[in-house]
């Protein structure tokens, strides 16, 4: 009954490697976010998208590009890695409550590129 | 624009210790604020959230009340165990479809027993 997933939980790979993340919710929200969380724990917003249409993108290289397949799922694919790209990256989904857009993280992935 | 300042950390307490951890914001209109822990090797989970202004949030002992005067959400616990021990991160929504959180910078506390 987990509520929002991501796998891998842990990638490890090589610079200039193409890799990907998956995230898929089962709570019905209609809008999933990608965050980075740097290594001062620091979060920034890269991606959202609400019914599978892009809404934030963030001044992220073009080598991030996150698919929307369906509004329960956000994958997000990272070409030719460098070594600033290691960091921790959550996914999130909200669905609004009246005004109110409360957002429920998933476990993150770490990504270490060596 | 938004944004949330916190208080720098680490803060370290012993158990049963006072915790605040100061948290302000800048916003137009009139957003929600939450506070988010993060365990150490674990995901951000809610911890509580206030929407409107003097609304208070509370949830496992921890409180914090939504103060437009002083544009404050500071976090408190009267007395902190070692379980508490986490990164806690202030939040802001401008509650509007699709846009994301404003976090601050996060303040790591340590409880020793």
């Known amino acids: 009954d987990t509520a929002v997933s991501q796998t891998p939980k842990y990638l490890v790979t090589q610079m200039g490697n193409d890799k990907s993340i998956k995230c898929e919710q089962n709570l019905g929200h209609d809008t999933m976010y990608w965050y980075k969380q740097d290594s001062k724990k620091f979060l920034k917003i890269m991606f959202s998208y609400n019914n599978k249409e892009l809404i934030i993108n963030e001044t992220v290289p073009n080598r991030f590009s996150p698919k929307s397949p369906d509004k329960a799922h956000l994958n997000l694919h990272i070409n030719s890695l460098e070594l600033g790209d290691s960091a921790v990256y959550f996914c999130?989904?909200?669905?609004?409550?009246?005004?109110?857009?409360?957002?429920?993280f998933g476990p993150g992935t770490r990504l270490t590129v060596t | 624009g938004n944004s949330v300042t916190q208080m720098e950390g680490p803060v370290t307490l012993s158990e049963e210790a006072f915790l605040t951890i100061n948290c302000t914001y800048t916003?137009?209109?009139?957003?929600?604020l939450f506070w988010y822990v993060q365990y150490p090797g674990e995901g951000l989970q809610l911890l509580l959230k206030a929407t409107k202004a003097d609304d208070k949030g509370s949830n496992k002992g921890f409180e914090a009340t939504y103060r437009k005067e002083t544009t404050s959400f500071h976090l408190e616990k009267g007395s902190v165990q070692v379980s508490d021990s986490a990164v806690y991160f202030c939040a802001l929504s401008p509650n509007q479809a699709g846009t994301a959180l404003i976090f601050g910078k996060g303040t790591t506390l340590s409880v020793s027993s």
């Open positions: 916003a137009t209109g009139y957003p929600s």
């Open positions: 999130a989904s909200s669905q609004a409550q009246g005004i109110i857009y409360e957002q429920y």
